[in-house]
């Protein structure tokens, strides 16, 4: 399995990106996919995941409201939609499946993408 993650960029404070992570092979619904982000000098942490069979999402706090994680189940691709992008969410973001129906555990994620790196200006 590969997961090619892309969109990210350098935006200004307020603005909007889409990510997206397409996977290779087929994705089951018993699968989760996520999206995890590192900041410089911090650890990298959950963002954001969903249930690939009945689309039911998850998402950290620091990110509802503003953040939308969707699925394109033809497509076999996941996305990350960012709104009111602020100077803290600047980090390379990584998107992820996880074979077991992971949640917000890093260590259950199975495979992971190359990241894309998101940086907002403010």
């Known amino acids: 399995v590969q997961l090619q993650a892309s969109g990210g960029g350098l935006v200004q404070a307020g603005s909007s990106l889409r990510l997206s992570c397409a996977a290779s092979?087929?994705?089951?619904?018993?699968?989760?996919m996520g999206w995890f982000r590192q900041a410089p000098g911090k650890e990298r942490e959950f963002v954001a995941t969903?249930?690939?069979?009945?689309?039911?999402?998850y998402y950290a706090d620091s990110v509802k409201g503003r953040i939308t994680i969707s699925r394109d189940s033809a497509e076999n691709t996941v996305y990350l939609q960012m709104n009111n992008l602020r100077p803290e969410d600047t980090a390379l973001y990584y998107c992820?499946?996880?074979?077991?129906?992971?949640?917000?555990?890093?260590?259950?994620?199975?495979?992971w993408g190359q990241g894309t790196l998101v940086t907002v200006s403010s």
């Open positions: 992820a499946r996880s074979n077991r129906g992971a949640l917000y555990s890093q260590e259950e994620f199975d495979y």
């Open positions: 092979g087929r994705t089951f619904s018993s699968h989760t």
């Open positions: 969903i249930r690939w069979g009945t689309g039911r999402q």
